[in-house]
């Protein structure tokens, strides 16, 4: 069969690697794909966003399946306009993807449905948001409502930070649009890590833990980003915490988008706060995490091809995931300056080192092919990724292989994985 992969980062380069691996594959198309994905599959040169160009490929080139990585052509309702086509796609539909593309519906469907999340005030206008702030203090935490990249979530410690996110978001309207309302919440306390299912609407088929690291610098110091590290399992999910994560959020979010009439079929994210072994939703993400795909992806062992066309098709019955036991680690290796600005095209060395590596894999996010060198093109590079029999020992190896290779300005964390190893003796999953 023939597959097209929307997007261009280490998501996507993973999902492109691991359905390279599948034997019901012929062609891997990736749109707009990147240095790396382009040694696996077809990139083509249409954004990931412009869905009646990739609905004009999808039929032209006979795809049977399309896989969608980002978030934004899922809220734009990329998988309503395929169906329509007639043409096969994995990934929620407009409505569903609303999990993601609106704080305000998600945190009112968890009230609604009893599900564990912060406290919270919406807001439309400045002046209301203001009165609260001041009467409930810091910390607290302003959130647009729509999509923003990852920077619409402003954690304030001060009441005088959290009226000046309001200023930002209402009055300068800094996210445009996506910042019209606002959510006020909680500060939660605690640690944080990431559950994954894969869901036809009704059935689930849970991925193992992982944990992010937003925080630029090392110790989650520094702006957030998209993700500077991912590792899976993550030792804070105890085996208990996991099932009460499945019971009192995944399963009663997905019945309740069933029960409004906009089943959600996909992967459903959420990012949750962990304390005193209790979780409580901060997001949710209608899409794989990046990096948590980059270690997820190389721990699953089963075919993945059946479970998107099992998804896509609606019915997940008779899929089971066979995962590796083993650890695995993703150190990204990231541009001078992100998030903010930084340069494009230096040029990378150590990659063909890199890719001598035993259980290790280089994944491309911000890269390009330019007169036949790879060279810098994003804020996240690359995604080095181990497998190792203990999470320490896949830290190692990630370690070592992103000392093989340089260019001008690369920073990366240096502590990737270290939470983990404080949970140290307890069991993971
Ligand atoms: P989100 O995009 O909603 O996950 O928010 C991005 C980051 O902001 C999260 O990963 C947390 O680090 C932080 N955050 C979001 N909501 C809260 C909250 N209610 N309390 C504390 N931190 C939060
Ligand atoms: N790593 C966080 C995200 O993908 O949203």
Redesign the pocket.
Known sequence: MNILVIGGGGREHSLAWKIRQSPKVDRIYCAPGNAGIEQIAQCVKVPADDIDELARFAKKEKIDLTVVGPELPLTLGIVDAFQEEGLRIFGPSRDAARLEGSKAFTKELMKQNGIPSAFFSTFTDAEDATRYIQEVGAPIVVKADGLCG?KGVIVCNTVEEALDAVNLIMINEAFGDAGRKIVVEECLQGEEASVLVFTDGQRILPMPSSQ?HKAVFDGDKGPNT??MG?YSPAPVVTKALEEQILETIMRPTIRAMAEQGHPYRGLLYAGLMIEDDTAKVLEF?CRF????AQPLLMRLKSDIVPVLEAIADGDLSGIELEWDPRAAVCVVMAARGYPKSYKKGLEISGLEKAAEIPDTVVFHAGTKSSGGKIVTNGGRVLGVTSAGDTIAEAIDRAYSTVELIQWEGVHYRKDIGMKALEHRPRTSE
């Open positions: 990852g992010d998209g993700g991912a993400n995490g990046d990096p948590e």
